[in-house]
C-alpha cells in the first residue's frame, strides 16, 4: 500500500487544470448499458473508480476500453443482467447500472451496495424510481432482483429525508427514456452530475426536459442509438483546489474551473475572506496574507454547499482565526477525518452532526490514516500547510477520486510525494 508525504509550508501558485467529474462519469458510463451501439465518452478521469465501473460493463457484456482520457464501448451479443457482488462491493455507485439495466433488458440482478464509512446509504428511493415505472423488486440475498414486462411512465417523488438523491435520480431518469409514455419526477436532483448525465442521454436521443431543475420530464422512445460525449469538468476537485489555495494563502488559476457550479462554496470562501473570480474560462483564487474568517456551513443538495467539499472546508477552518460550525446534513456520520485533523494539532469536536472548530494558529505533521475519499483530501490540504512531515496512510481512498493529485500540486509547488507504506 502507498502512502503519500508531504512536508509543509509552500505557497501554491500557478495554473492547474481539473480533470472530468467522476460523479458524472460513472452514471454516463453506466448509460452506454441502454444502447446497442458504440459510444465515445471524452474527458474521463484516470481514477479507480472508473476502472471499478469498466470492469462492471466488461462482465454485463459491454466491451470498454480507455484511451487515456477516452473511453469506447461496444456492447457485445452477451448482455448480462447480473452486476457481481465482487465489484458492486467495492463501489456503491455500481447501483447506478440498476436503470439502465431495466431500461433495456428489463431485467437487473444488482448486488446490494454496502454501506460506507460515510454513513449507511440506502437505496428506497431507487427502487421507489423503478417501481413507479412498473418494474417488479425483490431484494434477496443481498441482491436488488428487478424485472419489468414492460416499462411505462409515470409521475414519482424522488425527495427523501436529505431532499433528493442523485443516484436514486439518475437510475429513474435512465429507464424512463426507454419506457412507453411520460415520466415526471419530481424533487429530482439537479446536481451538475445528474445534468450531465442527462445531457448525454439527449446525445443519444433521448427526449428530456427540466434538467437544470427539481422536476425532470422524460418521454420514452423505442431505442438509444451511439453517441459521443465529454464530461463536465470536476467540481469537487476544482473546490479542492481552492480550499488548497486559501489554505496556503497561495494564488491559483484553475483554467477550466466553473463558478456556476461552486457558487456555494465561492461565497464561503469569500466570506471567509478570500477573492475568487471568474476570468478567461476559469477561476481564479487570491488568498490574503493575513488571517481568514470562521465560516458556519451547513450542506445541502445541490445548489446547497456539497458535502463532498464539506471535509476540506472544515480543513481550512481549523486554521482559522475564531469559531466555526460545520453541520452535516445529507450524511450525518461524515466526520471521520475530525480524529486525524486533531492528531495534527486541530481543535474539532463532534455535537450531534455539527463539527465545532476552533481555529488554532498552526497545524503540525503526523502520520495519519485516510478513512474515505474526501477525509483523504482534507488530510492532504491540512499536509499542506502543517509544520514540518505528514505521512498519510491508505491512499487508496484518495485514488478512487482524484486524477494524479500529488504531480498536480508539485507542479503548484507544494512539497508532496509517494512512498511504499
Ligand atoms: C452521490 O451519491 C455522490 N456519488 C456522492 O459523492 C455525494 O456525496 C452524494 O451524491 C450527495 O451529493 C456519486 O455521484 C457517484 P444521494 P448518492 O442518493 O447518489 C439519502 C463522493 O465523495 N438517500 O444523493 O449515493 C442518503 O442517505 C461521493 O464523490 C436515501 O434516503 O447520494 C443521503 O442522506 C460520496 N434513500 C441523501 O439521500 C436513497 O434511496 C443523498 O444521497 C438514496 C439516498
Redesign the pocket.
Known sequence: MDKLVIEGGPRLSGEVTVSGA??AS?PILAATLLTDERMEIRNVPDVADVRTMLKILQALGVEAVKDGDRVTTRPTPKRQWLAPYKLVSTM??SICVLGPLLGRLRKAQVSMPGGCI?????????IKGIEALGARVKIEHGYVHATAGSLRGSTVYLG?????????TANTMMAATLAQGRTVIENA?C?P?VVDLADCLVAMGAKIHGQRTHVIEIEGVKALHGARYTIIPDR?EAGTYLLAAAMTRGHLFIKNGRAEHLGAVIDKLREAGVQVTSANGGLKVDAPRGALRPVNVTTL?YPGF???LQAQMMALMTITDGLSVITEK??PERFMHISELNRMGAYVFLEGASGIVRGVRALSGAPVMASD??ASAALVLAGLVAEQRTDIARVYHLDR?YDGMERKLEQLGARIWREKA
Open positions: 467522476k460523479n460513472l456503491r455507485a460515510i454513513g449507511p446509504r440506502p437505496i428506497d428511493l431507487h427523501g429525508p436529505c431532499g433528493s438523491s442523485v443516484l436514486a436532483a446536481e452530475e469537487v443538495p456539497p458535502t463532498d445529507i450524511y475519499l474526501r477520486g
